[in-house]
């Protein structure tokens, strides 16, 4: 273990980009199969 | 496996259990994360960095598990024509590709303080590195088969077989070459209780790693949706415009 390292600012970083990224791919995700279903309803209706 | 093959039937499953296995994961994803970020203890050698380990795990066995779904999907696609099995691989494609990025720049920010190095060229960070690349070219085949409209994915779920070769390099990459990588630390016997492991680091990995599970089946499902809804939407105007054509 390299000493003289901040080790909990490599673990807040790690667990910032493992919550965000995943918060990010989840949400992309839901929104565009809401979009992507309403999208089929609408074109039901032409 | 064939019962699922009608869109619809496939659809009326999916639609109840999209958001709980968004919702539930997510909740106990978040609720381990918290644990081990907050009251997980430091480990003797590894210090506090040994934290980042219920990320770096579960992200590196969905990224494996995402291709594992690929090739199996394909597998399903080439020899019995199961008409959802492309459109699950394609939709294991993003959250896989995710996964395994996520285990790198994870691993990266661990082996810096562990190692004293961002990077490393051994076998099983640099088999790791080929899985990502491997699932950005899947996707590009993917989109460009699914652009030209002939539906013609047999390619990709050619390259989605042979990719699969991958896999077991990584797993075995610790065992086969020197690695700064440790070997691997759990296997079955985690599950008679012989883990070299101790037991709140073992329970907490296992714990994230069905949290992220829920939510990657819950990605893989709303993707799967969002493709059919194209599909279908995009048949829909075809032959409204064909409709037109004819009048």
């Known amino acids: ?46 | 496996m064939h019962g699922f093959a009608n869109p619809a039937r496939f659809l009326r499953l999916a639609r109840p259990i999209t958001a709980p296995l968004l919702l539930i994961g997510g909740a106990l994803t978040l609720a381990v994360l918290a644990w081990g970020l907050v009251s997980a203890p430091a480990e003797q050698l590894q210090g506090e960095t040994v934290r980042i380990l219920f990320i770096h795990v579960p992200a590196a066995w969905l990224g494996m598990g995402g291709w594992s779904v690929i090739a199996l999907a394909s597998l399903s696609e080439l020899v019995w024509r199961h008409p959802l099995a492309g459109i699950a691989a394609r939709a294991a494609a993003l959250p896989g590709a995710f996964f395994s990025l996520l285990c790198l720049v994870t691993g990266s920010l661990w082996g810096r303080p562990a190692w004293g190095a961002w990077w490393v060229w051994d076998g099983r960070l640099t088999s790791m590195l080929v899985l990502f690349f491997l699932y950005c070219a899947y996707i590009a085949l993917a989109d460009a088969a699914e652009r030209s409209g002939q539906g013609n994915t047999r390619i990709a779920a050619i390259f989605g077989l042979v990719g699969a070769v991958n896999i077991p390099i990584i797993h075995y990459s610790v065992i086969w070459w020197n690695s700064l990588h440790q070997p691997p630390s759990i296997g079955l016997s985690a599950l008679s209780g012989n883990s070299p492991m101790a037991p709140e680091f073992l329970y907490g990995l296992l714990a994230a790693t069905l949290g992220f599970s829920l939510l990657f089946g819950g990605v893989v499902l709303a993707r799967m949706r969002t493709i059919l809804a194209d599909q279908q939407t995009e048949a829909r105007l075809r032959r409204r415009a064909m409709d037109y054509a004819d009048a």
Do not use: K
């Open chain 1, 1 to 46: 273990m390299h000493e003289g390292l901040n080790q909990l600012a490599f673990v807040y970083a790690a667990y910032a980009v493992g919550v965000g990224g995943t918060l990010a791919l989840v949400i992309h995700s839901w929104t565009a199969m809401r979009r992507a279903e309403a999208r089929r309803e609408r074109s039901r209706e032409l």
